[in-house]
């Protein structure tokens, strides 16, 4: 990594402030550089930039395209609940090996071990967030969506590392609550038939 390279040779520490995905502007900020000598052009070069973001470089991405599929499916325009509950569970697919794994530092240490180069990674809640938070609030209207939300939320709960228990047991109350709410007879007949 040239940018590992160079801070490391000017004693530098990079600590990038956006994160892989951010639509970058004019004037905005990308990284701080911490002591030594290192140049901005330096930092700037390493940065790979283009028209779209890709699945390569974008861990995020493919969760919010699958959010966004399934959020059309929901529109009046569309009402396609079995295809939302389908991008359900690809959801669940992508997110269950990443709920048992520690979400990486974003720290990079050079050869002597000096951490150089910090990057702002998403963690296991930011990837949850992404793709549950439109779909629930779209899907108010889908007794099927919602209760292929709630099991994978049960299934995620089970697996998922600390932090993402709050984010899961916050996005199952609202799942819950919403069925509880609109459709009290299904929610009444699932809490009898799988005791909570």
Not at 5 to 32: C, E, I, K, Y
Not at 73 to 79: D, I, K, M, Q, T
Not at 131 to 144: H, I, M, Q
Not at 178 to 196: K, Q
Request: glycine content about 10%; proline content about 6%; some cysteine.
């Amino acid at each position: 990594m040239q940018l590992l390279a160079a801070a490391r040779s000017a004693g530098s520490v990079v600590v990038f402030r956006q994160s892989v995905g951010v639509t970058l502007v004019a004037g905005m900020p990308v990284a701080d550089i911490r002591g030594g000598d290192l140049d901005q052009p330096a930092v700037l070069a390493a940065v790979v930039t283009g028209q779209e973001r890709s699945f390569a470089q974008d861990p995020l991405l493919a969760f919010r395209l699958l959010s966004d599929i399934g959020l059309r499916a929901l529109s009046p325009a569309v009402n396609d609940p079995a295809t939302a509950a389908q991008v359900v569970d690809c959801l669940e697919g992508l997110l269950s090996p990443l709920a048992g794994r520690d979400a990486p530092t974003g720290e990079v240490a050079d050869r002597d071990g000096n951490i150089r180069v910090i990057l702002d990674l998403p963690d296991w809640a930011d990837f949850a967030r992404s793709c549950l938070d439109d779909l629930l609030a779209a899907a108010g209207g889908s007794p099927l969506v919602l209760r292929r939300i709630r099991v994978m939320l049960l299934r995620l709960g089970e697996a998922a590392p600390g932090a993402g228990q709050d984010i899961l047991a916050g996005r199952l109350r609202w799942a819950e609550d919403t069925l509880a709410r609109n459709f009290p007879v299904i929610w009444a007949e699932d809490r009898l038939t799988h005791h909570g």
